[in-house]
């Protein structure tokens, strides 16, 4: 059983930058592959980013293509997701998400994810 506590959510500026983490606990990091999704109010959860086992895949979603990166440390059991030139339409709370039931890949559906964290709040104003 994992468990996730992200951390590094808050208020920026338009063209600001965060950098959001994911501590993960209670299973071997490394057979784990990870993504951070994002909910804004009324609508459904999305993906943002995802990274396989080995962090030698990564996958975003074209609207933040460019401006956001996911990486892992597994020395730190952690997962991170910098996000720079933000925009309003950023605004959500992020989660970050593990899942080892399928091959070293990354993946996009929810589904495919067993464990989720709590969320964090990113609020960009323009």
């Known amino acids: 059983q994992v468990q996730l506590v992200e951390s590094g959510g808050g208020l920026v500026q338009a063209g600001g930058s965060l950098r959001l983490s994911c501590l993960a606990s209670g299973g071997t990091f490394s057979n784990y592959a990870m993504a951070w999704f994002r909910q804004a109010p009324g609508k459904e959860r999305e993906f943002v980013a995802a990274?396989?086992?080995?962090?030698?895949?990564?996958d975003y979603t074209d609207s933040v293509k460019g401006r956001f990166t996911i990486s892992r440390d597994s020395a730190k059991n952690t997962v991170y997701l910098q996000m720079n030139n933000l925009k309003p339409e950023d605004t959500a709370v992020y989660y970050c998400a593990a899942q080892n039931r399928w091959r070293d890949s990354v993946y996009r559906a929810r589904y495919q994810y067993d464990y989720w964290g709590q969320g964090t709040q990113v609020t960009v104003s323009s």
């Open positions: 990274i396989s086992w080995t962090g030698g895949s990564t």
